[in-house]
């Protein structure tokens, strides 16, 4: 039995230096009921102001969305006046072309004629050129 004992230290000797790597084991101890409640009421209070925290900051964010709609909304309200302002604004004008229609068709029917009157122009000059040029021809002989 000597041999088995041997690397055991023996039971009145001190114990060697431990390790400082190996943990020691304590008993677990229940806090005091009191300690209990405080920290209960701690924790409470905790996730109280938590959650309070996060439903302001969602309650904020939906202002912050309904004051973007009431925005948007206001916009496209102008965007709609500016929209009709220019449906009318079209509509006089196109009433406008129509009513000059009659005149600018007169306008090409002369601008049509001016050109025919130019090209007849262009073929007398150069008939009455020819002309000039037989007679001085027939004043030479």
């Not at 229940?30 to 309070?52: G, Q, R, V, W």
Request: charged share 30%; aromatic share 6%.
């Amino acid at each position: 039995m000597a041999t088995a004992a041997e690397g055991l230290p023996e039971a009145g000797a001190q114990p060697a230096k431990q390790d400082p790597a190996v943990e020691t084991a304590e008993e677990a101890k229940e806090p005091a009921e009191a300690d209990i409640n405080e920290l209960c009421k701690d924790m409470f209070n905790k996730m109280a102001t938590y959650l309070t925290g996060e439903l302001t900051a969602t309650s904020e964010d939906y202002k912050l969305l309904e004051n973007m709609n009431k925005l948007t909304s206001l916009k496209y309200l102008e965007m709609k006046d500016i929209a009709i302002n220019i449906s009318r604004n079209l509509k006089d004008l196109n009433q406008k072309y129509a009513g000059l229609q009659p005149y600018l068709e007169q306008i090409n029917l002369i601008e049509e004629q001016v050109a025919a009157l130019e090209q007849a122009a262009y073929k007398l000059d150069a008939y009455s050129k020819k002309l000039e040029a037989k007679y001085k021809k027939l004043e030479k002989r």
